[in-house]
């Protein structure tokens, strides 16, 4: 029969697609671009993690089951020029996919690459942003349409199963966000005392300068906008599922909630890539006055569109339920809920599962700030030649001299600079990468120099690094009036001993 905007089978959602995987295509992009500039650095041969010693430990761990255990293009090289190769291959298939060529295949391609390189980078891409990206490429795998050449005119409409998996992805995403904080334990995040984001916008890894503003505001604004965010990330997502109107109201209040967010913290494309994925709760009705009249011309073109045969059909839905029971139990383990279906833990099917897809890292777990951090404490690199003169490795996004505002440097992630963050919340040797930072900044390692906004030593490596540490806080407006600083610092203290290259 033919389909068009409006008839009985209901919305369409050919516009939403389009924009969907265009949007997803620049995600990818952005990722890759991001990550070549500092992946020598992070897991190169002269980086701080290289990824061949990694692959080298788990080859005598594993033994057969390497690929398994590490599932990477790098078991066919580990070389610092197919890590480029891998992320300039990425470029091509976020470019194709952008074009519309082979979307599926593309997809397929843009995970495994990626994965590829999540896997190779260890610590360093083990961000939640980056587990969502190879999540919404699992996802948006059966809702890109088969065709192999680009022509909006010629696409059937997407599944309504594979259309409900990308709101199920959303909602997980959104609901946990919000749940867990109430789940965890930490009174700020209560309902009693909501303060939590009277420590966020000061204590967040890399906060922008609007954070300085936003930390000032009066505290029933900040316990306000608490109980408004419970709102958005545990109510709104029930939106999802309703009707038409429900729907767009999720999409304007979610895509508002990331805009916040966004403006105040750096998190690499994980505002964006969540923006993206509330696109297909729109429908061509709403689009078509939004998209140029010529893309909105092609998605009303007459179109035949015939019922999956039953033996496509049956095993799609059922495959699809299958996940969506397994993420739906695991979203309950995650924001600690299991217990109501009478269990202490995940049941042995759903734990066989997870260990065997666990490496593929496509169906996972959400939830930031489960506790609030209350006091930020930044780590000061310092190397010295004599070891009475020390100078200081400035890093390029993170707090360092006090007078400089809070940078705005999404999308790009800067791994390094997050990573600081998690270290300083224990010891030096708590992150296996930090002691091997030092390493390489005593070898005069230029990769891992590139990570820094300038080296102190430029004539040669010195013969001592350490590290110290010192609390931080935004500076009050009064102090911020008095002396420009962005920033209060108290003493510093010994973080991590010095080392020499012996």
Same mark, same amino acid.
């Given at each position: 029969?033919?389909?068009?905007?409006?008839?009985?089978?209901?919305?369409?959602?050919?516009?939403?697609?389009?924009?969907?995987?265009?949007?997803?295509?620049?995600?990818?992009?952005?990722?890759?671009?991001?990550?070549?500039?500092?992946?020598?650095?992070?897991?190169?041969?002269?980086?701080?993690?290289?990824?061949?010693?990694?692959?080298?430990?788990?080859?005598?761990?594993?033994?057969?089951?390497?690929?398994?255990?590490?599932?990477?293009?790098?078991?066919?090289?580990?070389?610092?020029?197919?890590?480029?190769?891998?992320?300039?291959?990425?470029?091509?298939?976020?470019?194709?996919?952008?074009?519309?060529?082979?979307?599926?295949?593309?997809?397929?391609?843009?995970?495994?690459?990626?994965?590829?390189?999540?896997?190779?980078?260890?610590?360093?891409?083990?961000?939640?942003?980056?587990?969502?990206?190879?999540?919404?490429?699992?996802?948006?795998?059966?809702?890109?349409?088969?065709?192999?050449?680009?022509?909006?005119?010629?696409?059937?409409?997407?599944?309504?199963?594979?259309?409900?998996?990308?709101?199920?992805?959303?909602?997980?995403?959104?609901?946990?966000?919000?749940?867990?904080?109430?789940?965890?334990?930490?009174?700020?995040?209560?309902?009693?005392?909501?303060?939590?984001?009277?420590?966020?916008?000061?204590?967040?890894?890399?906060?922008?300068?609007?954070?300085?503003?936003?930390?000032?505001?009066?505290?029933?604004?900040?316990?306000?906008?608490?109980?408004?965010?419970?709102?958005?990330?545990?109510?709104?997502?029930?939106?999802?599922?309703?009707?038409?109107?429900?729907?767009?109201?999720?999409?304007?209040?979610?895509?508002?909630?990331?805009?916040?967010?966004?403006?105040?913290?750096?998190?690499?494309?994980?505002?964006?890539?969540?923006?993206?994925?509330?696109?297909?709760?729109?429908?061509?009705?709403?689009?078509?006055?939004?998209? +140029?009249?010529?893309?909105? *011309? #092609? !998605?009303?073109? %007459?179109?035949?569109?015939?019922?999956?045969?039953?033996?496509? /059909? $049956?095993?799609?839905?059922?495959?699809?339920?299958?996940?969506?029971?397994?993420?739906?139990?695991?979203?309950?383990?995650?924001?600690?809920?299991?217990?109501?279906?009478?269990?202490?833990?995940?049941?042995? +099917?759903?734990?066989?599962? *997870? #260990? !065997?897809?666990? %490496?593929?890292?496509?169906?996972?777990?959400?939830?930031?700030? /489960? $506790?609030?951090?209350?006091?930020?404490?930044?780590?000061?690199?310092?190397?010295?030649?004599?070891?009475?003169?020390?100078?200081?490795?400035?890093?390029?996004?993170?707090?360092?001299?006090?007078?400089?505002? +809070?940078?705005?440097?999404?999308?790009?992630?800067?791994?390094?600079?997050?990573?600081?963050?998690?270290?300083?919340?224990?010891?030096?040797?708590?992150?296996?990468?930090?002691?091997?930072?030092?390493?390489?900044?005593?070898?005069?390692?230029?990769?891992?120099?590139?990570?820094?906004?300038?080296?102190?030593?430029?004539?040669?490596?010195?013969?001592?690094?350490?590290?110290?540490?010192?609390?931080?806080?935004?500076?009050?407006?009064?102090?911020?009036?008095?002396?420009?600083?962005?920033?209060?610092?108290?003493?510093?203290?010994?973080?991590?001993?010095?080392?020499?290259?012996?």
């Amino acid at each position: 029969m033919s389909a068009g905007k409006g008839d009985a089978a209901g919305p369409s959602f050919l516009l939403a697609r389009w924009l969907f995987l265009r949007g997803l295509a620049v995600v990818f992009a952005i990722a890759f671009v991001s990550l070549v500039v500092q992946i020598d650095g992070l897991v190169g041969s002269r980086g701080i993690l290289p990824i061949a010693d990694f692959l080298d430990y788990v080859r005598r761990a594993t033994g057969s089951a390497q690929i398994a255990a590490l599932p990477t293009l790098c078991w066919i090289s580990s070389s610092d020029a197919f890590l480029h190769a891998q992320c300039a291959a990425g470029l091509l298939l976020s470019a194709a996919l952008f074009l519309g060529f082979a979307p599926r295949l593309c997809i397929a391609l843009l995970w495994a690459v990626y994965l590829s390189l999540v896997v190779a980078g260890q610590t360093f891409l083990s961000f939640q942003w980056d587990i969502l990206l190879l999540e919404a490429a699992v996802f948006a795998f059966p809702f890109a349409p088969s065709s192999w050449l680009p022509g909006l005119a010629r696409e059937r409409p997407p599944s309504r199963t594979s259309l409900w998996l990308l709101r199920w992805l959303l909602f997980r995403l959104m609901f946990a966000s919000g749940v867990v904080k109430l789940t965890s334990g930490d009174p700020t995040w209560g309902f009693s005392d909501l303060s939590a984001l009277t420590f966020h916008y000061w204590s967040q890894p890399l906060p922008t300068v609007f954070a300085w503003y936003a930390s000032h505001l009066p505290l029933w604004i900040q316990r306000t906008s608490c109980a408004v965010m419970y709102a958005f990330e545990i109510g709104f997502p029930w939106l999802v599922f309703l009707g038409r109107r429900a729907r767009q109201v999720a999409f304007a209040g979610l895509v508002a909630f990331q805009l916040l967010i966004a403006i105040t913290g750096n998190y690499g494309f994980f505002n964006l890539l969540s923006i993206l994925l509330c696109v297909p709760l729109l429908d061509d009705a709403l689009l078509a006055r939004i998209v +140029p009249a010529r893309l909105a *011309e #092609r !998605a009303r073109a %007459p179109r035949e569109v015939r019922p999956a045969r039953l033996w496509l /059909r $049956v095993p799609r839905v059922t495959l699809a339920g299958i996940l969506v029971l397994f993420t739906g139990v695991r979203l309950l383990d995650n924001v600690g809920w299991i217990a109501f279906l009478g269990m202490q833990e995940l049941p042995e +099917p759903c734990l066989v599962v *997870e #260990r !065997a897809i666990g %490496p593929f890292r496509s169906l996972n777990d959400y939830g930031l700030f /489960r $506790v609030m951090t209350k006091e930020r404490r930044e780590i000061e690199i310092q190397g010295s030649v004599d070891g009475i003169a020390w100078k200081t490795y400035p890093f390029r996004w993170k707090p360092g001299p006090v007078d400089r505002a +809070p940078a705005w440097v999404a999308p790009h992630m800067p791994r390094l600079d997050w990573q600081m963050w998690f270290a300083s919340l224990g010891p030096a040797r708590a992150s296996r990468w930090f002691i091997p930072l030092l390493d390489r900044l005593l070898e005069g390692s230029p990769p891992v120099l590139a990570l820094f906004a300038s080296n102190p030593f430029p004539d040669g490596p010195p013969r001592l690094v350490r590290a110290q540490v010192r609390e931080y806080r935004f500076t009050t407006a009064p102090e911020k009036s008095a002396s420009g600083a962005w920033w209060t610092r108290g003493e510093e203290v010994p973080f991590a001993s010095p080392r020499s290259r012996r």
